[in-house]
């Protein structure tokens, strides 16, 4: 899909390609409000390119086909995506990647399109502005999506981060109860799961500030584009559950793998027994490292401020811009 906008006579200065996958719409809705000043910029022409999964995922999911989604997703070894609608060699003077969290990775369908011909071609060389939305615990998936892209030689130049803003606690429920009912809220008294509207309808602050980058020629640096404008707010406190999480999914994604592929009825009690192991660790490790981190805190304070600023690259959480382009 790509923007009505008449281009100029000699055609439009910039082309910027978009990438998103969505289930429940979210993702999109994120993408749609932070691309509008790119939308109704005559000199900017915007393909949207929605991925399209060979064998499509279920919304709502049904339950044990959502447990079986963990080991493909953990061990990044995704089902193909049918053909984009555009050609991999497109001239793109940026692209901005929308992608959400499966299991701390990204999720399949975008894994797939880093992996594949076409996705390594439209981004080899070229300037990428990540955007993740996800329920909290983005860290490990963004730095294996990092890696996705130094493997094709794309140039991360900002990443900006949407959650959920509920305490963890609450969206540990209401989002799993999300995804399999496709209703945001079903618990009366939880906050509704998802990115808050308000987050959504400000994400339009990175749409001007990229429309002002691109005028400028600055996607042709190597500088974010995208700073002091609250891009990237990392907890580090999440590491530690993340890491231990994407060690045990990938040990237990093995040992699926070897019992079957996607959907293989034998599966089914392995996927029992990690439930309760899944919830064991939701019950025990992610309350007990954030304990131990809290008594820790002084000890760990420096730590932690590192973690956070890396992870926070390349955008990072300033918000010196807020004034010029949050209104
Ligand atoms: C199979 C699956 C696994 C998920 N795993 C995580 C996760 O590990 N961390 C996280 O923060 N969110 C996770 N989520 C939530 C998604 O990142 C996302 O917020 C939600 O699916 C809505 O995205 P969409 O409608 O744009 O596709 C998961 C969602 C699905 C469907």
Same mark, same amino acid.
């Given at each position: 899909?790509?923007?009505?906008? @008449?281009?100029? $006579?000699q ?11 969505t289930?429940?719409g979210?993702l999109s809705?994120?993408?749609h409000?932070?691309i ?12 949207i390119?929605?991925?399209?999964p ?18 493909e ?6 089902g193909h &995506?049918a053909?984009l %609608? *555009?050609?991999?060699?497109?001239p793109?003077?940026?692209?901005i990647?929308?992608?959400q ?7 399949? @369908? ?7 011909? /076409? ?7 070229? @300037?990428?502005?990540?955007? *993740? ?7 490990m $998936?963004?730095?294996r999506?990092?890696?996705?892209? /130094? ?21 540990l429920?209401?989002?799993p109860?999300w ?7 079903? *618990?009366?008294?939880?906050?509704p799961?998802? *990115? ?19 005028? /400028? ?7 974010p584009l995208?700073?002091?404008? %609250? /891009? ?9 559950s993340?890491q ?5 999914f990938?040990?237990w %994604?093995? &040992?699926?793998?070897?019992? =079957? ?15 309760v ?6 019950v ?33 959480s =300033?918000?010196e811009? &807020? ?5």
């Amino acid at each position: 899909m790509s923007n009505a906008s @008449p281009p100029t $006579a000699q055609g439009p200065l910039k082309r910027v390609l978009v990438v998103v996958y969505t289930q429940t719409g979210q993702l999109s809705a994120i993408a749609h409000r932070l691309i509008e000043p790119l939308v109704d910029d005559a000199d900017i022409a915007v393909h949207i390119e929605n991925l399209r999964p060979e064998q499509a995922f279920p919304f709502p999911w049904p339950f044990f086909r959502f447990l079986d989604a963990f080991p493909e997703s953990a061990l990044m070894t995704p089902g193909h &995506l049918a053909p984009l %609608g *555009v050609p991999a060699e497109a001239p793109f003077d940026l692209v901005i990647l929308c992608y959400q969290v499966w299991f701390l990775a990204p999720s399949q @369908p975008v894994t797939a399109f880093l992996q594949s011909d /076409a996705g390594a071609r439209l981004l080899g060389g070229r @300037p990428v502005v990540t955007v *993740v939305a996800c329920r909290n615990m983005w860290l490990m $998936a963004h730095r294996r999506l990092s890696a996705l892209l /130094a493997g094709v030689q794309a140039r991360h130049l900002d990443n900006v981060v949407f959650t959920d803003r509920a305490p963890t606690f609450a969206t540990l429920v209401t989002t799993p109860l999300w995804l399999l009912t496709g209703r945001r809220r079903v *618990v009366p008294g939880l906050p509704p799961a998802g *990115v808050a509207d308000d987050d959504i309808r400000r994400s339009i602050r990175f749409g001007r500030a990229l429309r002002d980058a691109l005028r /400028a020629g600055h996607e042709r640096g190597d500088g974010p584009l995208l700073a002091g404008l %609250g /891009a990237a707010c990392a907890r580090p406190e999440l590491l530690a559950s993340e890491q231990a999480g994407t060690r045990s999914f990938r040990l237990w %994604g093995r &040992l699926l793998r070897r019992a =079957g592929p996607p959907g293989a009825w034998q599966r089914v009690p392995l996927l029992g027994l990690y439930l309760v192991f899944l919830v064991a660790i939701i019950v025990t490790v992610i309350p007990v490292s954030l304990t131990l981190q809290a008594a820790l805190r002084p000890v760990l304070r420096k730590r932690l401020a590192a973690t956070k600023r890396a992870f926070e690259q390349p955008s990072g959480s =300033g918000v010196e811009r &807020l004034a010029h382009y949050d209104f």
